[in-house]
């Protein structure tokens, strides 16, 4: 492994570390992954977060195929398909937190976005995240329901199951998966209740700025 692909290895490892101590990735649920060049290095099949280390990475090609080190999550079809939708993404994270799991049980918001523009932080860190339909983890069919999604995304709650993230690094990932967290958190305090969003000027003005995306 090259000084490059090491160093993503270690912030890899950092975020799942992380988002297992912030409560978001229960059990050995939840995988992660990270572009070097050419290669795609992934948390492996069935060991927690948490006691992620860089030899116990898996090292997949730019396809796919697993060219070294312990079989990868059964989730890197969901990856591949994150990489293709968000090309200048470098990594991709995938949670079942509770909130956001809770959630995606839900009915979408809208077509566009499983959760409302309920606060500024998750239209201007997050943006839209559609509801993808359901299909078994792990599955090509999962992946192809990310694929055939309609409208630019950079996250996504995945029906039933929990939450998707791309971003321009691993670091990055984990706060967007935050942000979707404490938003879901809110939402389903808020089911039963009346509540208010913000206005379609009011989301145009926060993504024009900060360069996420809402379709209004």
Known sequence: ?????????????????????????????????????????????????GDLKPEDLSVLDAEGR???????????????AMYRR????????HLHSPHATAASC??????????????????????????????????????????????RFRAALLANHGSLIAADDAAATLDGAVELEEASRIVVALQGRDFTILTDDEVRELTERHGTFWDL
């Open 86 to 93: 968000v090309e200048s993404a470098g990594a991709v994270l």
């Open 106 to 151: 839900l009915p979408a918001w809208s077509a566009g976005s499983a959760l409302p523009p309920i606060t500024p932080y998750l239209v201007m860190r997050v943006g839209q995240a559609p509801l993808v339909p359901y299909a078994a983890p792990g599955s090509e069919r999962l992946a192809e329901n990310v694929s055939a999604l309609p409208g």
């Open 1 to 49: 492994m090259n000084s490059h692909a090491h160093e993503a290895a270690e912030e890899l490892c950092a975020v799942g570390r992380r988002a297992v101590d912030l409560g978001l990735s229960p059990g050995a649920s939840g995988n992660v992954s990270v572009r070097s060049g050419a290669l795609t290095l992934m948390s492996p099949t069935g060991l927690s977060l």
């Open 66 to 80: 697993h060219l070294e080190g312990p079989a990868p999550s059964k989730e890197f079809p969901l990856h591949l």
